[in-house]
């Protein structure tokens, strides 16, 4: 691998790079990213994958996303490549069914509350492509059930002080079988120093033939 191709990968998420060198992640049509932000998850996929979309409802984060870019030595042409979508995850103005890969990292937990988890979480889901792969990383209270003070509506403040949208063990579990998505890998969740936990989900539409690992 090259510097260049390391510059790309250093702000990717490192469960989406466990996916890269997986080999899951080649030859890709179309890659979404809903709730975007900066852009941190895309560089890697920019000239690799057919179709890069980035989705945000925040006009400031395609600000940041050009300078993050132009930072890692993307041309103006590779820049100008990523599709910028204003819109909210749970009525984003794309097709559905055309993404062979959406990535959903550290949104769902800004959900308000359980109805617009569910939405948001629907809303992005319905982008993929039958034998797509769905990447999510989402706050949980795995781990840290103890330390949290709820606040209604499936929102806690956490150790760290923070205030987010979590999903349980058993939530975990079964939103995967009230989707229809197959597991691609097992639920595994990072616990940091018992102030927050973060889970992932690798899920695929219907359609494909790779086992689980």
């Known amino acids: 691998m090259s510097a260049t191709e390391l510059d790309r990968l250093r702000a990717t998420d490192v469960y989406l790079i466990d996916q890269i060198l997986k080999g ?26 057919e179709r890069v979309v980035a989705l945000d409802p925040r006009p400031e ?7 993050a870019f132009f930072e890692l030595g993307l041309t103006a042409t590779a820049r100008a490549g990523v599709e910028r979508v204003l819109g909210r995850i749970e009525d984003a103005p794309l097709e559905p069914g055309t993404a062979d890969l959406v990535i959903c990292n550290a949104v769902l937990h800004f959900a308000a509350d359980a109805a617009e988890f569910e939405a948001m979480l629907r809303g992005a889901w319905a982008l993929v492509a039958p034998g ?19 606040l ?3 929102r806690f403040l956490l150790p760290d002080e923070s205030e987010r949208f979590l999903v349980d063990a058993r939530g975990l579990e079964e939103w995967p079988d009230r989707l229809g998505a197959e597991r691609l890998e097992p639920v595994k969740t990072t616990v940091v120093s018992g102030l927050r936990a973060m889970s992932t989900w690798v899920l695929r539409a219907a359609g494909g033939e790779e086992t689980l690992l």
């Open 24 to 49: 899951r992640l080649d030859g890709l049509g179309c890659v979404v990213d809903v709730g975007a932000g900066a852009g941190r998850n895309l560089p890697w996929f920019v000239g690799r994958a």
């Open 132 to 150: 797509g792969m769905f990447f999510a990383r989402l706050a949980s209270s795995v781990g840290i059930e103890g330390g949290l003070v709820p």
């Open 61 to 67: 984060a395609f600000e940041a996303m050009d300078e």
């Open 152 to 154: 209604g509506g499936g």
